[in-house]
């Protein structure tokens, strides 16, 4: 018999899988990636845009006139005719007394057969819906003041008609009456509040804490003895607003920015401002007069017109007509600073094959002899005489930076000479149009938390569509952006 053969076993070989390998290289590349993102600083863009800031130009002042208080002359019951809040003279009946109480007892027992006219009610509506559109929950307080107000219109309209019927009379009947004529021409008004003799000159700080503000309602009051107030008069048509400011807001509106024969932008003190005045959005403008009293700037504005309107006002709230601040709008978080060294204006000069402008350089060697070179770096800025100059700036042959500290400015054929090393700040952001930070210069014309308004078109600033970077303090100057 013939033996088989064993066969012999060969151990079989899986082929090379290069997928396993290129997958594998992307999940190390993206376990890396993913580290350095969680443990990177984010560095997130900003678009610069147009745009503006509404600026705070709402405030409420105080109003000042010039208001006459008068007292009776007799005691007894007392009844108004003039309106509130209209003009009177010597022609006019403001009040009536009735020492017996027999004419009050009258237009009492009458007053329910009056019949108001329609414009009498068209009068009260008005008030009434004038009263509404302004009122706040937060000043509840005013309704009952308000209440009385239209109590008092409601018995003035109702005591003018009674006047003409008690005229019938008989002297027996009408006993002690006595009408009382408007001494002077002006304007009613029956409350008195303590601030009919201050002046802008006698302002205080307390006096602007409206929630201690309080009035005295005269006609709440039916009977009265000799020598109490029962009206005053506003008896001139001009009259002021004062209003605290801080230095801020009095430079923001009692100031407006002018250019002076070369081009710069300056302050010049407003001589006159418009006005809204928000109670019933009319207008106004009103003469600029700045007050300076124990440590506190005040703004008065003096007007001419309109006193009518706001006679029974001693609070206005009031919105300066200014345009708002416009220019670019950027992330107050993207501003940043960078040192600059500042040379004198008078040591720059004119050289190199195109005539530049720039500086003459002296520097010393280790053997301590000077060599003398012309520079031209950047003028980054020049204000009020110093040319700013960014001292990481240099040439691009020889890598080494124009100026460096303790260099020596000089001006040839002279013995003036300025050694470098000052430095002073300007505000700026990093513009990453390149993929990498540069430091572009800012003008700032208005900030707030948020935002900061830059003038547009200066030289080394933005423009508009720039990328810059949101928060400047996750990044430094030249700083490669991926």
């Not at 992307?26 to 800031?53: C, D, K, P, R």
């Not at 350089?361 to 100059?389: A, L, W």
Request: hydrophobic residues 35%; charged residues 25%; glycine residues 6%.
């Amino acid at each position: 018999m013939s033996k088989k053969k064993k066969g012999k076993v060969v151990k079989y070989k899986k082929p090379f899988n290069i997928a396993n390998v290129f997958f594998g290289a992307i999940l190390v590349y993206m376990v890396i990636y993913l580290y350095m993102f969680l443990t990177s600083t984010h560095i997130s863009g900003y678009e610069v845009i147009a745009g503006s800031l509404a600026t705070n130009k709402q405030f409420t002042g105080l109003v000042l006139r010039t208001e006459e208080i008068f007292t009776a002359s007799t005691a007894g019951y007392i009844d108004y005719y003039a309106t509130e809040g209209s003009k009177v003279s010597g022609a006019s009946i403001v009040y009536s007394v009735d020492e017996s109480g027999r004419m009050s007892e009258y237009l009492e027992a009458n007053s329910e057969e009056i019949n108001l006219s329609e414009a009498n009610f068209t009068s009260l509506k008005s008030d009434i819906s004038s009263f509404s559109s302004g009122y706040e929950k937060k000043d509840f307080s005013e309704v009952y003041d308000f209440h009385d107000t239209v109590n008092g219109n409601i018995l003035e309209l109702a005591n003018q008609t009674l006047l003409s019927e008690m005229e019938a009379l008989s002297e027996a009947d009408a006993g002690a009456f006595q009408r009382v004529y408007a001494e002077k021409s002006g304007i009613v008004e029956y409350h008195i509040d303590g601030f009919e003799s201050v002046t802008p000159q006698t302002v205080t700080p307390e006096m602007f804490d409206k929630s201690t503000y309080e009035t005295t309602n005269l006609r709440s009051v039916d009977l009265i003895s000799a020598g109490d107030t029962v009206y005053k008069l506003v008896t001139d048509e001009n009259w002021s607003m004062v209003i605290p400011l801080t230095e801020d807001q009095m430079e923001d509106i009692a100031y407006k920015e002018v250019t002076d024969e070369n081009g710069n932008v300056t302050s010049k003190q407003r001589s006159v401002i418009e006005v809204k005045f928000l109670k019933d959005n009319t207008t106004s403008w009103g003469y600029i007069t700045i007050l300076n009293m124990n440590g506190q700037q005040y703004l008065q504005l003096d007007f001419n017109n309109s006193m009518v309107r706001f006679a029974g006002d001693r609070y206005l709230d009031i919105q300066f007509l200014i345009d708002d601040t416009s220019g670019l709008k950027i992330p107050s978080s993207s501003i940043t600073t960078k040192e600059f060294f500042i040379i004198p204006e008078e040591y720059i000069m004119k050289g190199g094959e195109d005539d530049s402008q720039g500086f003459m350089v002296e520097t010393f060697d280790e053997e301590g002899h000077s060599t003398q070179q012309f520079v031209t770096p950047t003028f980054y800025s020049i204000t009020d005489g110093m040319v700013y100059i960014d001292p990481n700036q240099g040439s691009f042959t020889s890598n080494e930076t124009y100026i460096k500290a303790g260099d020596r400015i000089i001006i040839p054929n002279s013995n003036d000479l300025y050694q470098v090393g000052n430095t002073a700040e300007l505000e700026g952001v990093y513009c990453i149009n390149q993929g990498y930070t540069q430091f572009r210069k800012i003008e700032m014309l208005y900030a707030n938390e948020e935002y900061t308004i830059v003038k547009e078109g200066t030289t080394f600033g933005l423009t508009i569509y720039d990328r810059i970077v949101l928060n400047a303090e996750a990044v430094e100057e030249d700083q490669v952006i991926y």
